[in-house]
């Protein structure tokens, strides 16, 4: 299976700071890879697929990019409705993985 | 608008079954590749099954294979996950999500609890 690190697991932010989130993959994935946001007691919700295309109306500060084994997830001017938990998942192959998580929080 | 509804979680014992449903609507089932997830109680998500649309091609976790068993009927519109042999590690939220043709899962549910537990 394909390991799927995520970095750092927890981010203590303001509103408007930047926020950057890794994913580090066992093994090179091309570009499959999509971006989670999960508040609590919600479902996960898509936000980039194909490490780097926005899904329909998630807001533009969102961006994602790498390629092979190094992703990242950028959060420009962090808003109070992106305190949450995002995680990296790889659909490469079988079985889908996820990252652990990261969590941002309020400083 | 594109819905999963989840259904037929619950408690139950070791050793237990439990079989769960989702019911989808707003686009066209048949067309569509679908997943069960799960989530652990302030864990992450784990994949569990997925099963194709078409040939029915099917994988599974390790950690369920052998005990669970997905299936779909486009008929109803609906996505079926079968647990047999239930264990304690098996507690989880359990999602089903559509996945775009690409692999990506662009829509969820918003889940069913299964707790086993004496």
């Known amino acids: 299976a394909i390991w799927m690190t995520q970095s750092p697991s927890l981010i203590s932010a303001s509103t408007g700071d930047r926020v950057t989130i890794n994913c580090r993959v066992s093994q090179g994935i091309a570009g499959y890879l999509a971006w989670y946001q999960q508040k609590p007691g919600k479902a996960p919700e898509l936000l980039i697929y194909?490490?780097?295309t926005l899904q329909s109306g998630v807001p533009s500060r969102f961006s994602g990019s790498g390629s092979g084994t190094d992703f990242t997830l950028t959060i420009t001017s962090l808003q109070s409705a992106d305190f949450a938990t995002y995680y990296c998942q790889q659909y490469y192959n079988f079985p889908r993985t996820f990252g652990q998580g990261t969590k941002v929080e309020f400083k | 608008e594109v819905q999963l509804v989840e259904s037929g979680g619950g408690v139950v014992q070791p050793g237990g079954s439990l079989r769960l449903s989702c019911a989808a609507s707003g686009f066209r089932f048949s067309n569509y590749e679908m997943n069960w997830v799960r989530q652990t109680p302030g864990k992450g998500l784990e994949w569990v099954s997925y099963?194709?649309?078409?040939?029915?091609?099917?994988y599974y976790a390790d950690s369920v294979k052998g005990r669970f068993t997905i299936s779909r009927d486009d008929a109803q519109n609906s996505l079926y996950l079968q647990m047999n042999s239930l264990r304690a590690d098996d507690t989880a939220i359990y999602y089903c999500a559509r996945e775009r043709a690409d692999g990506e899962g662009d829509y969820w549910g918003q889940g069913t609890r299964v707790t086993v537990s004496s």
């Open positions: 194909a490490a780097s």
């Open positions: 099963i194709s649309s078409g040939d029915n091609t099917i």
